[in-house]
């Protein structure tokens, strides 16, 4: 069996380590904990593509390299090109609606207002496996600045914790073969 892990976020220095990149945070330590090989630059699929295994499984991990709003079209590419179905990809993505470090985990749905998700879904329609990790909510900065943001250090330590407990929530259940609807604290 063949998974398709994808982690979105926005490509460039300037973007590393702000809370819409939470989807490559996990990816990177995902591809760590795993000893997958090196993300490499594949132009045809727009990402950049690393290869594991994670129990009997074949993994394929995508940084798609569009930018956010963009996103579809890498994961798009890579699914066709692979063949692989959306009941076997799984979509990281920050969001701003769950509290800060809160995780959940969902098959299908709505994009939520999430133009990366929005983009995965015209692209790879909307039954796929969707990773959404807590950013907390803006407050008084609107939404479109805050995701730029850098995490503050208190934040770095929820956030790192939520990273950890995702992917370890991931190996487990690939090498089970059982993804399931769950929220993780």
Request: a negative charge.
């Amino acid at each position: 069996m063949i998974y398709l892990i994808v982690g979105l976020g926005n490509p460039g220095g300037e973007y590393e380590k702000t809370r819409h990149n939470v989807g490559f945070m996990v990816l990177d330590k995902l591809a760590q904990k795993v000893n997958s090989e090196n993300f490499t630059a594949v132009k045809k699929h727009k990402g950049e593509i690393a290869k594991t295994r994670i129990g009997e499984s074949e993994v394929i991990l995508l940084k798609p390299q569009t930018y956010m709003n963009l996103s579809g079209e890498s994961l798009g590419s890579v699914m066709a090109y692979y063949k692989i179905e959306g009941k076997n990809t799984i979509v990281i993505a920050d969001d701003a609606n769950l509290e800060l470090g809160q995780v959940r985990i969902r098959f299908s749905g709505e994009a939520g207002g999430h133009k990366g998700l929005g983009s995965a879904i015209s692209h790879a329609g909307s039954d796929f496996w969707r990773v959404r990790v807590g950013i907390g909510g803006s407050g008084q900065v609107p939404l479109e600045d805050y995701v730029l943001q850098k995490f503050t250090s208190d934040e770095e330590k929820i956030i790192k914790d939520a990273i950890d407990k995702t992917v370890s929530s991931l190996i487990e259940s690939i090498s089970e073969r059982e993804l399931e609807n769950k929220t993780i604290n």
